[in-house]
């Protein structure tokens, strides 16, 4: 496989601005660091990402990925970043076929107000196969804890969604970026450029786990499925066509999961319960 050029420019995730307390006082704080990245294909361009710009070379490939304009990675040559511009410029080996219909349907989905998908959320959704794949009530414990204790931008600036993928309890990378859909879409491109496959981690005990502190919209489930990855873990709730999604490709969505508790929303049977471990019920007064 032929993995392409990818520059690795970085931008500040934080800025420091003055602001007034109400108690009066003017102190500094840190906010995140949003900024425009327009993203040019062979010449062309294609769209304007906002991003924090932690690892913009892995948001522009994993875009390409979840839109399913660029089926496999050793298509891609290069991906150039430049923030003085603000763009980014992908040269492809061959071209993509048939790109400005592909580009023609936009949908704008739940995505904090930006996101959006190139044509309809479902027209491929039968051809997605998830690995057999469940974890453990005390793996789920494990991942929650895991991003409790993660260091984040969002624990010092807040405004922002972090993202991270596990497998098992290991967390293999955690994202954080002004829209969910964004710091997805890092995770995807940083997925296309490992050779580990989801299948081999589900086959060797250590299933591949999407977590999002945001809420699982369709684009979520349906980006996790294209991502192969069978499980995902939000600590927010889930949408109706996220649910309808999620049933219909067997992929497990659980929500709410924030100390010892959770939702299995769909899939029941990829999460192993171990009720023990929950701690005692609390019973209503009379």
């Not at 990818?6 to 704080?29: D, K, M, Q, S």
């Amino acid at each position: 496989m032929r993995l392409p050029f990818l520059t690795e420019a970085r931008a500040p995730l934080t800025r420091e601005i003055a602001a007034v307390n109400e108690h009066g006082e003017e102190g500094g704080v840190s906010i995140p660091a949003e900024r425009p990245l327009t993203v040019y294909v062979d010449r062309r361009e294609l769209v304007t990402l906002m991003t924090l710009g932690a690892r913009p070379e892995w948001l522009v490939l994993g875009y390409l990925r979840n839109q399913r304009l660029v089926r496999a990675v050793d298509e891609v040559e290069s991906v150039t970043v430049d923030w003085e511009v603000g763009a980014a410029a992908v040269k492809t080996r061959s071209g993509i076929e048939r790109i400005e219909e592909r580009t023609a349907r936009r949908v704008v989905t739940t995505g904090c107000g930006q996101g959006s998908v190139f044509g309809g959320l479902m027209d491929e959704i039968d051809a997605i196969s998830l690995p057999d794949a469940a974890i453990t009530q005390s793996q789920l414990y494990g991942i929650v804890n895991a991003i409790r204790l993660q260091e984040s931008t969002y624990k010092s600036a807040g405004s922002v969604h972090g993202c991270a993928l596990f497998s098992g309890e290991e967390m293999l990378l955690f994202v954080e970026d002004v829209g969910r859909h964004n710091a997805i879409d890092t995770i995807a491109g940083w997925m296309w450029l490992q050779e580990t496959a989801p299948e081999d981690r589900a086959s060797a005990g250590a299933p591949l786990v999407f977590y999002t502190t945001g809420r699982l919209t369709s684009e979520m489930v349906m980006k996790s499925a294209q991502m192969g990855v069978p499980i995902v873990v939000s600590r927010s709730g889930i949408t109706q066509m996220g649910h309808d999604i999620a049933l219909r490709l067997g992929l497990c969505a659980i929500g709410r999961a924030a100390n010892r508790r959770f939702l299995c929303y769909t899939a029941p049977h990829r999460l192993q319960l171990q009720p023990e471990l929950a701690g005692p019920k609390l019973r209503a007064v009379a």
